[in-house]
């Protein structure tokens, strides 16, 4: 009999640790879903498209034939195989292919533009690692018919000016059909895809070529799509949660290297009149308005390794007018707080379990053994 008793208390004994263990594996695994995917689903759900001044919500039948949908992201950075960590990469790439697919799911916008800097290694890659880092892109921003993506040209792509060559330029092309002074029309409003790293203004084969384009163009131009911002002294200008840190504002830009040359500038302004400029590259926001009229966006990172808020631009656009709106995703910085509030909860229900616990955790204990008992 005591035998029997005491092999009842041991097997009830056995149960009610393994049924401790699934609650601990249970909350383990839903911490991790929620921080590494329902939380992008939360995050973006509160972003909503803009409304057009003086017109009706782009939500509406009557309004959605002629807004045109887009979302503007820039500089993704996909690392490489030269300076790549493989778990940074896994990690980054992940948090971006969350987002991307979130976000086409929810907002379903009619076209994506990408302004450059796609790859971190891009100027330096050989044709296997290229192909490995088009590969793994393809599988991060793959979309459906019903949505178009546009791909911009940037100094990480295919080197700063003195890097730059035709191979790489071609190599580019080649993959996401890119063409400086490209013009593309989408329900009735023409943009112009600059490659603003040929934009040098030295006569250089790939530059003569890119600006015969652009002037040819010149008398189409709506937008203006492009990785260099135009010519700003610095950031200091710049507001909002998402511009430099105070630190890096009145830092002055370089020439050709942070910005495009004043002549650049001024032969783009000049050319088109645009209504609206968008350029990413200084993985910082930033709105300027040039010759008092014309705003340009400088669009933030899309990336974590760059940003702990990176964010994209929502933009409802007309033939007349346009709105943006900006969307951010989940800050890093709070899903490690989330990581980390949980793995000191799940370090106390341990202690707890085991009576193991200070005079300040007592109360958790009780509880626990209260539920024990019943």
């Given at each position: 009999?005591?035998?029997?008793g005491?092999?009842t208390?041991?097997?009830?004994?056995?149960k009610?640790?393994?049924?401790?263990?699934?609650?601990?594996?249970?909350f383990?695994?839903?911490?991790?879903?929620?921080?590494?995917?329902?939380?992008?689903?939360?995050v973006?759900?509160?972003?909503?498209?803009?409304?057009?001044?003086?017109?009706?919500?782009?939500?509406k039948?009557?309004?959605?034939t002629?807004?045109?949908?887009?979302?503007?992201?820039?500089?993704?950075?996909?690392?490489?195989?030269i300076?790549?960590?493989?778990?940074d990469?896994?990690?980054?790439?992940w948090?971006?292919?969350?987002?991307?697919?979130?976000?086409?799911?929810?907002?379903?916008?009619?076209?994506v533009?990408?302004?450059?800097?796609?790859?971190?290694?891009?100027?330096w890659?050989?044709?296997?690692?290229?192909?490995d880092?088009?590969?793994?892109?393809?599988?991060?921003?793959?979309?459906?018919?019903?949505?178009?993506?546009?791909?911009?040209?940037?100094?990480h792509?295919?080197?700063?000016?003195y890097?730059?060559t035709?191979?790489?330029?071609?190599?580019?092309?080649?993959?996401?059909?890119?063409?400086?002074?490209?013009?593309?029309?989408?329900?009735?409003i023409?943009?112009?895809i600059?490659?603003?790293?040929?934009?040098?203004?030295d006569?250089?084969?790939?530059?003569?070529?890119?600006?015969?384009k652009?002037?040819?163009?010149?008398?189409?131009?709506?937008?203006?799509?492009?990785?260099?911002?135009l010519?700003?002294?610095?950031?200091?200008?710049?507001?909002?949660?998402?511009?430099?840190?105070?630190?890096e504002?009145n830092?002055?830009f370089?020439?050709?290297?942070?910005?495009l040359?004043?002549?650049?500038?001024?032969?783009?302004?000049?050319?088109?009149?645009?209504?609206?400029?968008?350029?990413?590259?200084?993985?910082?926001?930033?709105?300027?308005?040039h010759?008092?009229?014309?705003p340009?966006?400088?669009v933030?990172?899309?990336?974590?390794?760059n940003?702990?808020?990176?964010?994209?631009?929502m933009?409802?656009?007309?033939?007349?007018?346009?709105?943006?709106?900006?969307c951010?995703?989940?800050?890093e910085s709070?899903?490690?707080?989330?990581?980390?509030?949980?793995?000191?909860?799940?370090?106390?229900?341990i202690l707890?379990?085991?009576?193991?616990?200070?005079?300040?955790?007592?109360?958790?204990?009780?509880?626990?053994?209260k539920h024990?008992a019943?």
């Amino acid at each position: 009999m005591l035998s029997s008793g005491s092999t009842t208390v041991k097997g009830l004994s056995l149960k009610k640790r393994l049924c401790f263990l699934l609650k601990l594996v249970c909350f383990v695994i839903s911490v991790l879903i929620f921080c590494e995917f329902l939380i992008y689903y939360v995050v973006i759900f509160q972003c909503q498209w803009p409304e057009v001044k003086g017109g009706a919500p782009t939500g509406k039948k009557e309004t959605s034939t002629s807004v045109l949908k887009a979302m503007i992201l820039a500089d993704t950075h996909l690392l490489g195989e030269i300076k790549g960590h493989w778990l940074d990469k896994l990690r980054r790439e992940w948090q971006m292919e969350r987002s991307f697919q979130t976000a086409l799911w929810l907002l379903q916008p009619d076209i994506v533009f990408i302004l450059g800097d796609v790859f971190d290694e891009g100027k330096w890659s050989l044709p296997q690692a290229w192909a490995d880092d088009v590969r793994r892109f393809r599988k991060m921003f793959k979309y459906p018919v019903s949505t178009e993506l546009v791909v911009i040209v940037g100094n990480h792509d295919i080197g700063f000016h003195y890097e730059m060559t035709t191979y790489k330029v071609n190599r580019f092309e080649k993959v996401f059909n890119f063409t400086s002074g490209k013009l593309i029309t989408r329900k009735g409003i023409n943009f112009v895809i600059v490659n603003s790293v040929a934009m040098e203004g030295d006569g250089c084969a790939v530059c003569r070529t890119s600006e015969a384009k652009l002037v040819v163009l010149s008398h189409k131009l709506n937008c203006s799509q492009q990785h260099y911002p135009l010519y700003r002294k610095s950031d200091a200008e710049c507001s909002g949660e998402d511009s430099a840190p105070p630190e890096e504002k009145n830092i002055p830009f370089k020439e050709k290297y942070d910005v495009l040359s004043q002549e650049a500038s001024q032969k783009l302004l000049w050319w088109f009149h645009p209504r609206l400029i968008l350029s990413g590259h200084t993985h910082s926001a930033c709105e300027v308005l040039h010759a008092g009229k014309i705003p340009e966006i400088s669009v933030p990172s899309f990336s974590w390794r760059n940003r702990n808020n990176p964010s994209f631009i929502m933009g409802s656009i007309t033939p007349t007018d346009f709105a943006l709106q900006k969307c951010f995703l989940p800050y890093e910085s709070r899903v490690f707080t989330i990581y980390c509030a949980a793995g000191a909860l799940l370090v106390i229900l341990i202690l707890a379990h085991f009576q193991l616990l200070t005079p300040p955790f007592y109360f958790a204990q009780r509880l626990i053994s209260k539920h024990k008992a019943v």
